[in-house]
Nanobody, 117 residues
Framework: QVQLVESGGGLVQTGGSLRLSCAAS????????MNWYRQAPGKQRDLVST???????NYADSVKGRFTISRDNAKNTLYLQMNSLKPEDTAVYYC???????????WGKGTLVTVSS
């Protein structure tokens, strides 16, 4: 089992920045790709960014150029640096990890990001 705990959410003005963190614990040695998802009120949960165990990132078009995903495997922590935030970035952000052996999904409980206009 893997436990994921997000932190770093909060209220920020348009154009501001936040850095989300996701601390992983438990059976972390088989964690492969890690991802950030977000879910706005009344909408589906969408993939924001993904990073492989080797550090290769990918981004949704809506955040490309503004968000940066990274992972520190020594600290078992995933990050999402969010710059130039917009009101449409308001959502609960979830950390996700995929086991590279059995492909099981693990989820954190989420952290709320609110961007005021």
């Amino acid at each position: 089992q893997v436990q994921l705990v997000e932190s770093g959410g909060g209220l920020v003005q348009t154009g501001g920045s936040l850095r989300l963190s996701c601390a992983a614990s438990g059976d972390i040695f088989t964690i492969g790709p890690m991802n950030w998802y977000r879910q706005a009120p009344g909408k589906q949960r969408d993939l924001v960014s993904t990073i492989t165990s080797g550090g290769t990132p990918n981004y949704a078009d809506s955040v490309k150029g503004r968000f940066t995903i990274s992972r520190d495997n020594a600290k078992n922590t995933l990050y999402l640096q969010m710059n130039s935030l917009k009101p449409e970035d308001t959502a609960v952000y979830y950390c996700n990890a995929v086991d590279k052996v059995d492909f099981k999904d693990y989820w954190g409980k989420g952290t709320l990001v609110t961007v005021s206009s």
